[in-house]
């Protein structure tokens, strides 16, 4: 073989590894390292269940879960809307309801499972081994949504991923999902907003 054949084979490899090199480093801007908000407050979604307490009201006092459609129901209290709210807010909203068969009530509302409302659950899809929607959780990060998943799959282009934050109008950012849970490399650990969905792709090899 000339040697001219063998440096352009060689030329024409060094191409082709630049252009896979730029495939797989991502357009997107890094995630920042920090994005939970201090004054975040959970709020109620279907699925969650919710414990209510009416004061010197016993037997009007049970835990139940609200609705597909975000609403709750209870004795003496049919159809209200709970879904988007905080559980102060519904308390009140209750009280509000009793009112108009118990003089002055007092209820206290605690939620005693968590899901959220769509809008707030984190999604995970694309090369998880179990890709999912999980409840978001005031300082949750990419490693902790990592272990609910079960990580990532032997296809999965881990440096490719990317988080889409729609709380941020659906802007993108790119994430190491490999340095973080094949390398050990903390500084790829970055914390996810309410919202947000984990998209990993396949590697191309």
Do not use: H
Request: glycine letters at 8%; a neutral charge; charged letters at 20%.
């Amino acid at each position: 073989m000339k040697r001219s054949d063998l440096w352009g084979r060689g030329a024409l490899l060094s191409l082709l590894l630049a252009f896979l090199a730029g495939c797989a480093t991502s357009s997107y801007p890094p995630a920042p390292a920090k994005a939970s908000s201090p004054d975040y407050n959970y709020v109620i979604g279907p699925g969650d269940s919710v414990n209510i307490m009416v004061w010197r009201n016993p037997e009007l006092s049970m835990s139940v879960p609200v609705r597909p459609d975000g609403k709750i129901t209870a004795p003496l209290v049919e159809d209200l809307p709970a879904i988007g709210k905080d559980a102060v807010s519904l308390a009140r909203d209750i009280e509000k309801a009793l009112s108009k068969y118990i003089r002055d009530p007092v209820v206290t509302v605690i939620v005693t499972n968590f899901v959220g409302p769509y809008s707030e659950q984190i999604r995970v899809v694309g090369e998880a081994a179990k890709p999912q929607t999980l409840p978001y959780r005031q300082n949750m990060t990419l490693l902790d949504v990592m272990i609910a998943v079960g990580g990532i799959t032997d296809f999965a282009d881990g440096n490719g991923a990317s988080i889409l934050r729609t709380s941020e109008g659906t802007k993108q950012y790119a994430i190491r999902l490999k340095d973080l849970l094949k390398n050990g490399d903390v500084s790829a650990n970055v914390e996810v907003k309410p919202g947000d969905v984990l998209v990993i792709p396949q590697s191309w090899f």
